[in-house]
């Protein structure tokens, strides 16, 4: 069993910055790849990255490629994502996943825990 955590969440302003993390307990992260989803009210849950279980291997949504920035503590147990340039469009719920496998993927339904996600809006 995996427990996700999430925080750093807030409201900014369009064109800041904030920096999302989720700290992992209960098994051995750097086997688990990790994800960060969001979901936009009345919208269905969209991937926005996903970093391998070394931290070799990442994937960006096209929404957020060049803004966002996956990365991974493994002695921390902690996975970030640091969010530049922010638009009204990144306002969401963001969640933290994990995978039972060291190899990243897209869908939600590749990946078996959550964390009970953060608020991120942008205000402009």
Not at 5 to 13: A, D, P
């Amino acid at each position: 069993q995996v427990q996700l955590v999430e925080s750093g969440g807030g409201l900014v302003q369009v064109g800041d910055s904030l920096r999302l993390s989720c700290t992992a307990s209960g098994r051995t992260f750097n086997t688990a790849a990790m994800g960060w989803f969001r979901q936009a009210p009345g919208k269905e849950r969209e991937f926005a990255t996903a970093i391998s279980g070394g931290g070799s291997t990442t994937y960006y949504a096209d929404s957020v490629k060049g803004r966002f920035t996956i990365s991974r503590d493994n002695a921390k147990n902690t996975v970030y994502l640091q969010m530049n340039s922010l638009k009204p469009e990144d306002t969401a719920v963001y969640y933290c996943a994990a995978r039972d496998s060291r190899w990243p993927r897209h869908e939600p339904s590749d990946y078996a825990y959550w964390g009970q996600g953060t608020q991120v809006t942008v205000s402009s």
